[in-house]
T-cell receptor
């Protein structure tokens, strides 16, 4: 089973709303990621969690707040977003590398389409 | 810094033809991994093929194969007997190890090539 499940698939929110995107995987992966993808652009990394701890924050505004409650779940809490935050948000997961010489595959979910109005 | 360049923004071929997508990258590392991901209109990123840099043999997955030229830092994708379902955006990606953080890694993507298979 190589599946990463994201909910909701579509979300429309106002600039004063608070909402959350959810991601779940049951592949035993201990690294999980949030990527943001604008139309006709490649995905851009936002956050990396390794062993349920935030490892990387790619200078993401604080209106995006990630959370990793356990090894299978990853949330992205949204608050006071701007219209320019409208994008496809992709969750991904992978095994954790034991050494830099290793490599493994990162598996992506179907994404959550976010529209901020 | 690692960079990935896809020089073909769009390509279009007829069904059953063979098509090759180009990708070049820049890195100073000796051990690394390269990937081709496919993103159809449904927008899910699907792994097509992966290549370990230390392996000289080119990776193949059914109708998909790569031509990996390590010295030239080139990593092209060949799709044989193309099918309508191959219509998608294709991203070449380099896996970057983040040495300061155990276990963490990052995909560096090219800008993508939009491939259309015509009936």
């Amino acid at each position: 089973d190589t599946e990463v499940t994201q909910t909701p698939k579509h979300l429309v929110m106002g600039m004063t709303n608070k909402k959350s995107l959810k991601c779940e995987q049951h592949m035993g992966h201990r690294a999980m990621y949030w990527y943001k993808q604008k139309a006709k652009k490649p995905p851009e990394l936002m956050f990396v969690y390794s062993y349920e701890k935030l490892s990387i924050n790619e200078s993401v505004p604080s209106r995006f707040s990630p959370e990793c409650p356990n090894s299978s779940l990853l949330n992205l809490h949204l608050h006071a977003l701007q219209p320019e935050d409208s994008a496809l948000y992709l969750c991904a997961s992978s095994q954790v590398l034991r050494s830099p010489s290793e490599g493994n595959t990162i598996y992506f979910g179907e994404g959550s389409w976010l529209t901020v109005v | 810094a690692q960079t990935v360049t896809q020089s073909q923004p769009e390509m279009s071929v007829q069904e059953a033809e063979t098509v090759t997508l180009s990708c070049t990258y820049d890195t100073s590392e000796s051990n690394y991994y390269l990937f081709w991901y496919k993103q159809p209109p449904s927008r899910q990123m699907i792994l097509v093929i992966r290549q370990e840099a230390y392996k000289q043999q080119n990776a193949t997955e059914n109708r998909f194969s790569v031509n990996f030229q390590k010295a030239a830092k080139s990593f092209s994708l060949k799709i044989s007997d193309s099918q309508l379902g191959d219509t998608a955006m294709y991203f070449c990606a380099f896996m970057k190890h983040l040495y300061s953080i155990q276990g963490a890694q990052k995909l560096v993507f090219g800008q993508g090539t939009r491939l259309t298979i015509n009936p």
